[in-house]
């Protein structure tokens, strides 16, 4: 069973960010949502996913879940590289999800359209999220940090939009950005204390 409590933090978070479709809390869109909680004991390999049985790892939670759905994740350190290769909304319990990546945190692979990632820190890896050939990109209050060579890096994409987070005391850059076709835009973010640069950008429409 899904820890309760996760839903409880979220539900009070809805002022801030309403859910849509007039639902009142994330219990509510349960039969809508991809479910991960790193504490369930009941095995993945019959399927997993629903709120009676999330998924024990978020890359199981992202490939049971469908192209353009949402993956909510119950607080924990999570020790894995999480590749994506579908449209998604990735959302951590706010303040309590941690990925010690085991090469990067994240892979987003060329094909993928739209990714979302939102209340995540990743540590500890080569890159923090590592993005190739995709068309957009939305990081909110992620955080990542203590890592390789970046916190960020996207080599060709639509669009990068960043609210909120912090990229800050990796080995090389906060946020390396190469090849963007449309707009660069971050919001309240932090990028200190990274070995070259807070922000690299080498091409963009345009970084607001």
Do not use: W
């Not at 998604?88 to 945190?105: C, K, Y």
């Not at 912090?166 to 090849?179: A, C, E, R, V």
Request: charged share 20%; aromatic share 4%; hydrophobic share 35%.
């Amino acid at each position: 069973m899904f820890r309760r409590n996760t839903l409880k933090k979220n539900a009070r978070k809805s002022t801030r960010r309403p859910l849509t479709g007039g639902l009142e809390s994330l219990e509510d869109r349960r039969v809508l949502t991809t479910f991960v909680d790193l504490l369930d004991p009941t095995p993945d390999g019959g399927g997993c996913g629903s709120f009676a049985n999330p998924c024990g790892t978020i890359g199981g939670g992202i490939m049971h879940a469908p192209a353009g759905g949402e993956v909510y994740v119950a607080g924990g350190l999570y020790n894995e590289t999480i590749t994506i290769a579908k449209d998604i909304h990735l959302r951590g319990e706010a303040g309590a999800v941690t990925i010690d990546g085991l090469v990067n945190g994240f892979d987003l692979t060329g094909g993928t359209t739209d990714v979302k990632l939102e209340d995540l820190t990743i540590i500890d890896s080569a890159i923090g999220v590592r993005a190739v050939g995709i068309s957009s990109l939305e990081l909110e209050d992620v955080t990542s940090t203590l890592n390789t060579t970046d916190g960020v890096t996207v080599l060709g994409a639509g669009s990068v939009t960043i609210d909120g987070g912090g990229f800050d005391t990796n080995g090389l850059n906060g946020i390396t950005l190469d090849s963007i076709t449309g707009a660069v835009r971050m919001t309240d973010s932090t990028a200190l204390f990274n070995g070259a640069n807070g922000l690299d950008v080498n091409i963009a429409d345009s970084v607001t």
